[in-house]
C-alpha cells in the first residue's frame, strides 16, 4: 500500500487521506485481523496534543490520523498538500460499514449511553442487515477498574470483532485505544460524535457549513452549555499557534513539518 504525506500541525500529525484511501486500509487492517487504530482529528485535538504530551503521544502512534475538520484541511494545503480533503468521522463510518458487510467483517461498537447505543445498533442493523455486530456495550463515564478493562479486553477478543467503533470522547478514546493497541486484534477507530448522529439523537450541520469550515457555529448553537468554553479558548489559540508555525518556517526558509 502506498505510502501517504503527512504534515505536523502544531506539533500533531495529521495524514493526506481520503474516504476512499482509508476505508480500503482500515478494510485491508480488519481482514488481516490486526491491531491498529485510527483517529478523526480536528482542532480540539491539535489543541489537546499541545497541552498534554500523552495525548500527543496517542495521536502521534496511530496509525491514521484523518483531517476530521476543515480547518485541518486548510493547514494541510497551507503546508504543501494541495489536494488534502477532508475525512469526517460520521461519514467515514457509514462507508465502513458497507465495506464490512460487503466483506462479511464483524464489528464492534463501545461507547455511547445505553439509549443511544440501542438506537444505533438498531439502525445499523435496518440498514445492513447482512452486517455481522459481534459486540456492543456501553461503557461507564469513568476510569474502568483493571478487572472490568480485562474483561471488556476478553469479551472483545472473544465477539470476533475486526472493526471496533470507539465514541467515548476526545481525549478518553484516543488514549483508550493507545493503551490497548496489542491487546485486542480488531482496528479501533475513535469516531467520537458519529455514535449520536448515526443514532438520530443529534443532527449534524448543514452540508454547507461543513464545507466552509463553520460547522462549529452550528455545533455550539445546539450545544452551547457543553461547548462554548472549548470553542472560546481553543479556536483562537490555535489559529495563533498555527500562524506562527507557518511563519516561522517561511522566514527559515524551512520545508514545512513533515511526517517521516
Sequence with gaps: MSSLESRYIVGMRVDATSYS????????WSQRGESRYVCVAAVNNVMAAHDQPSFRVAMNDADLVTPDGMPLVWGLRRMGVDDATRVYGPDLTPVLLSRASDAGI????YG?????????????????????????????FRDLTREEDDRVVRQIQESGTRMLFVGIGCPRQEIWMHSHRGQIDAVMLGVGAAFDFMAGVKKQAPGLMQRTGTEWLFRLATEPRRLWRRYLRQNPRFVALFGAQLLKERLSGRTPDKAA
Design 106 to 109: 464483524p464489528v464492534g461498537f
Design 112 to 140: 455511547g449511553t445505553p439509549e443511544v447505543l440501542e438506537a444505533l445498533v438498531e439502525r445499523v442493523h435496518h440498514r445492513w442487515p447482512d452486517l455481522d455486530v459481534a459486540y456492543a456495550w456501553s461503557p461507564p
Design 21 to 28: 484511501d482509508a476505508a480500503k486500509r482500515i478494510t485491508e
